[in-house]
Every structure is written in C-alpha cells, then in structure tokens.
C-alpha cells in the first residue's frame, strides 16, 4: 500500500537555526497537511496546500513557517529561526480528494535545544 | 469551529474484554468522522471514517464506531481486544462544507488503550 514518508525521523538543531522538514506524499494525491503534536498534547493543523498555494494556516502558522512543493514529489516545511517551543513531532499527510481520509506519515521529531 | 473531546485519557483493560472509548464533538456545521491510531513511535493510521450513509461504521482491526447526531458522538468500540491492541486512538473531525480544498481535520487529545494480559 503507498505510503507518505518523512525525512528524517528525528531532526536535533540549536536554537535560531533554520530546519527543512521533508515529506513525500502518496504519487496520486493532490492535498498536501503539516500536522504538529507538541508532547503530551493533541495533534494540531498547521498549514493545508493544494495547486501549488496555501488552501488555510492555523494561527500557529506564522512568518517564520513555509511550505513548499519544489518538484513533482516532496512536500517540505521550513522553520526559518527555530524556538524551544517548536520542539515537537511534526506529521506530514496527503489525500487525493478533498473529502478522502488523510493519511499520515510516521513523522519528524524535532528538537531544539 | 469545530472541537472534539475525548473524555477518557487512558482506558485500562483485560485481554478479550470489550472496550468503549468515547469521542463527541462541537460543530455547526455537519462534519466527518475519523479515527486514527498511534503505535508507539508509528504516524496515525486510519481505523474508520463516518462520510455518509449507515451510522455504524466497521473499520479495520475488529473496531467500529456509531455516528450519533442527536449526542454530537462518534464512540469506538471493540468486542474483544489484544495486547496488540495498545495504542493512542485519536477521534478526528473535517468541515463536511470546507471550500478551497482544505479539509484541516480537528483532532481530540487521545486515549490511551492499555491492554493487559
């Protein structure tokens, strides 16, 4: 069964560094979510990307997160100065129609020390 | 906005005992219905969605869940459970009217299943 798969799995980086987050969705699918989950705590949506465009941010959101989808393939999130507080397991997923389940990649778990 | 709440942070069983967790949720406007699973360092899988039709959705693993619109709730239940069975259940719900291809799903805070010989 395809499969959205992240890279890496684990991403330790010093404070104010700039991480990519990388993600490859399933080849069909056409809508693209970064999910984070602080430890401890729920799973919360971040950004949704359809046509090469944002669709909706949360509030958490903010000018230091963006998305891209350089090529055909992968699906990033960049953290351009990162904080203690993004320390967190950030989810990739993917469906191919908008009222599709999301499948979830294994995620990326991030640490700033 | 959407809001989910899942009453039970952790739910310890027998083997082979059934097992209820709950989920209800705040919408107005209709939604769909997920849940996902979380092994131990895994991403969230699917288990079931409630789209439409019949209320009583089977998913995978043995589990269903029963879309109940006058409760506003979604709970998921097994019969008989497995120590392989412990995990993170997660219940979810996406904007049914969503327009601009964004269908961000609203997780709830998770209950733990604990499965115990």
């Known amino acids: 069964e395809p499969e959205v798969t992240q890279t890496p799995s684990h991403q330790v980086t010093q404070m104010g560094q700039e991480v990519i987050l990388r993600c490859v969705p399933i080849?069909?699918?056409?809508?693209f979510y970064w999910y984070r989950q602080i430890l401890g705590q729920k799973v919360e949506f971040l950004v949704s990307?359809?046509?090469?465009?944002?669709?909706?941010k949360s509030e958490i959101f903010d000018d230091q997160f963006s998305v891209e989808r350089p090529d055909g393939s992968n699906f990033t999130l960049k953290i351009r100065s990162t904080k203690l507080e993004d320390s967190a397991m950030y989810f990739c997923?993917?469906?191919?129609?908008?009222?599709?389940?999301?499948?979830f990649g294994d995620g990326t778990r991030l640490s700033i020390l | 906005a959407q809001s989910v709440t899942q009453l039970d942070s952790q739910v310890p069983v027998f083997e082979e005992a059934p097992v209820e967790l709950r989920c209800n949720y705040s919408?107005?406007?209709?939604?769909?219905l997920f849940w996902y699973v979380q092994y131990p360092n895994q991403g969230l899988q699917l288990l079931l969605k409630?789209?439409?039709?019949?209320?009583l959705v089977k998913g995978i693993n043995g589990f269903e869940a029963e879309f109940n619109k006058s409760q506003t709730s979604f709970h998921l239940r097994k019969p008989s459970v497995h120590i392989s069975d412990t995990a993170e259940y997660f219940c979810?719900?996406?904007?049914?009217?969503?327009?601009?291809?964004?269908?961000?799903?609203?997780f709830g805070k998770g209950t733990k299943l604990t499965v115990n010989p």
């Open positions: 997923a993917s469906s191919g129609e908008v009222d599709q389940p999301q499948h």
């Open positions: 919408s107005s406007v209709s939604v769909y």
């Open positions: 080849s069909n699918h056409l809508y």
């Open positions: 990307f359809y046509n090469n465009e944002i669709s909706e």
């Open positions: 409630y789209l439409s039709g019949s209320t």
């Open positions: 979810a719900v996406s904007d049914l009217s969503a327009q601009g291809g964004s269908e961000k799903l609203v």
